[in-house]
T-cell receptor, first 114, second 112 residues
Framework: DGGITQSPKYLFRKEGQNVTLSCEQN?????MYWYRQDPGQGLRLIYY???????QKGDIAEGYSVSREKKESFPLTVTSAQKNPTAFYLC?????????????FGPGTRLTVT | GQSLEQPSEVTAVEGAIVQINCTYQ??????LSWYQQHDGGAPTFLSY????GLEETGRFSSFLSRSDSYGYLLLQELQMKDSASYFC?????????????FGSGTQLTVLP
């Protein structure tokens, strides 16, 4: 089955530690995205990538980093510079040429930093 | 920057019709999308409007007026499983890039 996988589902870290969230897709989509969602809020774009080895900052990139070495994979690192890292992180992908620009989302990773 | 406004909560009974409005202010507007998200789950795509008018998909319809910077999602014959959060999202064009900016969401509660 095609889809997007994110792991782990729940992640706990101590303050001051970097942590990397995994996102893999087998939909053959060119574009991939990372969003952050806080309770009762919408999704805010962190980074996106339209092609391998290239990515752009979204609205809230500070304290985060990404890489896109393979089309299928777009890991997100939450660094110790991110002031409020506890949130629900969602990865998505989409085709570049599409009539609806539909984004397909993974199940998310809930990160708690204490 | 971009801003979107949608009601935070809506309540309706099973079988009823509900309309969730969305107004937006943005530059580089390309289209308006709607996503559904159940508690703790992944958002799923419902509809996309690039042109003015109504798009119908089963029990759900979506409307866009570009001149009014306004759209809505219409849900008919409500079912309990429709209880979820609904997000409008504007698709922004920046060169060849397309990115979504989401509203804060409308929590729909369907009562028996």
């Amino acid at each position: 089955d095609g889809g997007i996988t994110q792991s782990p589902k729940y992640l706990f870290r101590k303050e001051g530690q970097n942590v990397t969230l995994s996102c893999e897709q087998n939909l053959n989509h060119d574009a991939m995205y990372w969003y952050r969602q806080d309770p009762g809020q919408g999704l805010r774009l962190i980074y996106y990538s339209q092609i391998v080895n290239d990515f752009q900052k979204g609205d809230i990139a500070e304290g985060y980093s990404v890489s896109r070495e393979k089309k299928e994979s777009f890991p997100l690192t939450v660094t110790s510079a991110q002031k409020n890292p506890t949130a629900f992180y969602l990865c998505a992908s989409s085709m570049m040429s599409t009539a609806t620009y539909e984004q397909y989302f993974g199940p998310g990773t809930r990160l708690t930093v204490t | 920057g971009q801003s979107l406004e949608q009601p935070s909560e809506v309540t309706a009974v099973e079988g009823a019709i509900v309309q969730i409005n969305c107004t937006y202010q943005t530059s580089g507007f390309y289209g308006l999308s709607w996503y559904q998200q159940h508690d703790g789950g992944a958002p799923t795509f419902l509809s996309y409007n690039a042109l003015d008018g109504l798009e119908e998909t089963g029990r759900f319809s979506s409307f866009l007026s570009r001149s009014d910077s306004y759209g809505y999602l219409l849900l008919q014959e409500l079912q309990m499983k429709d209880s979820a959060s609904y997000f409008c999202a504007v698709l922004i064009s920046s060169g060849s890039a397309r990115q979504l900016t989401f509203g804060s969401g409308t929590q729909l509660t369907v009562l028996p």
